[in-house]
Nanobody
Framework: QVQLVESGGGSVQAGGSLRLSCAASRPTYGGYCMAWFRQGPGKEREGVATIDSDYTTRYRDSVKGRFTVSKDNAKNTLYLEMSSLKSEDTAMYYC????????????????WGQGTQVTVSS
């Protein structure tokens, strides 16, 4: 079992930046894929960025060049640095983890945080 707790969300103007954090209750460097998903109003949950146990990162096209995913294994913490934020980035952002490899599908992740809201105003 892994408990995940997100923090760092908030309200920001378009063009601004935010840094999300996800603290895990136990080490996740042992083969876990860590990921950020988001779910906007009336939309399905979508993958934003993933980082594998070997630090391979992947991003959805709409955030490439603006978002950076990273992790600090010593602190059991996952991060998402977001810059040049747009109104379409407004969503609840969720941290997720799974031992069976990275995926863009929410159904493939066993562990989830409660989410942190990001609101971008234009």
């Amino acid at each position: 079992q892994v408990q995940l707790v997100e923090s760092g969300g908030g309200s920001v103007q378009a063009g601004g930046s935010l840094r999300l954090s996800c603290a895990a209750s136990r080490p996740t460097y042992g083969g876990y894929c860590m990921a950020w998903f988001r779910q906007g109003p009336g939309k399905e949950r979508e993958g934003v960025a993933t980082i594998d146990s070997d630090y391979t990162t992947r991003y959805r096209d709409s955030v490439k060049g603006r978002f950076t995913v990273s992790k600090d294994n010593a602190k059991n913490t996952l991060y998402l640095e977001m810059s040049s934020l747009k109104s379409e980035d407004t969503a609840m952002y969720y941290c997720a983890a799974d031992r069976l490899g990275c995926s863009w599908y929410a159904r493939d992740f066993a562990y989830w945080g409660q989410g942190t809201q990001v609101t971008v105003s234009s």
